[in-house]
């Protein structure tokens, strides 16, 4: 069973910096890109990042791009995000996605607050 | 970006009713478009896959069809645990691209 477990969210402060992590299981990391999507409270869903599955290429949504960092070590069968500049904009449950003809598996998610 | 234009933006329907919603896609993406049902406070949960295959352990009252730039999620018949708010994603081309969600209600 394909398992996806987010931590990290908190609250910070606009201009700070967070790093959230996807611990996955039941599958093997490699065969399998990543994303982080996220959603704003009471809003839709927004793509966020994507991985390949050797880590080797990334795409981010321009909305994030030079802020956030998205890798992984598959030895340890974890995703990572790491947001830097946040802004108050970036308030959001973020999820991590196994990929396969689309996001498939989805974690539970971890909220971020961005507030002064 | 492709824009992906889901309509209803909300509905109210009775159990057993034929229920339909679709994604409009600014342009063609093939068929590659997944649809999601996402309840209060839970994680969305792939129901159609590569616009009309039905997810593992889904329901076959679920079927998604379309290709190109019109694709439709069907409830065939609706039931209690469908009521939900149904979301369509274009993979085709990033950034990736979600609708705008169908909340579907109690009538």
């Known amino acids: 069973e394909v398992r996806l477990v987010e931590s990290g969210g908190d609250l910070v402060q606009p201009g700070g910096s967070l790093r959230l992590s996807c611990a996955g299981s039941?599958?093997?990391?490699?065969?399998?890109?990543m994303h982080w999507v996220r959603q704003a409270p009471g809003e839709g869903l927004v793509w966020v990042s994507r991985?390949?599955?050797?880590?080797?290429?990334?795409v981010y949504a321009d909305s994030v791009k030079g802020r956030f960092t998205i890798s992984r070590d598959n030895a340890k069968n974890t995703l990572y995000l790491q947001m830097n500049s946040l802004r108050v904009e970036d308030t959001a449950v973020y999820y991590c996605?196994?990929?396969?003809?689309?996001?498939?598996?989805w974690g539970q998610g971890t909220l971020v607050t961005v507030s002064s | 970006d492709i824009q992906m234009t889901q309509s209803p933006s909300s509905l109210s329907a009775s159990v057993g009713d034929r229920v339909t919603i679709t994604c409009r896609a600014s342009?063609?993406?093939?068929?590659?478009l997944v649809w999601y049902q996402q309840k209060p406070g839970k994680a969305p949960e792939r129901l159609i896959y590569?616009?009309?295959s039905l997810q593992s352990g889904v329901p076959s009252r679920f079927s998604g069809s379309g290709s190109g730039t019109e694709f439709t999620l069907t409830i065939g018949s609706l039931q209690p645990e469908d009521f939900a708010i149904y979301f369509c994603?274009?993979?085709?081309?990033?950034?990736?691209?979600f609708g705008q969600g169908t909340k579907v209600e109690i009538k």
């Open positions: 996605a196994t990929s396969r003809y689309g996001p498939e598996y």
């Open positions: 039941g599958f093997i990391p490699s065969t399998y890109s």
């Open positions: 991985i390949s599955g050797d880590g080797s290429e990334t």
């Open positions: 342009q063609g993406i093939r068929n590659d």
């Open positions: 590569a616009a009309s």
């Open positions: 994603l274009q993979y085709n081309t990033y950034p990736w691209t």
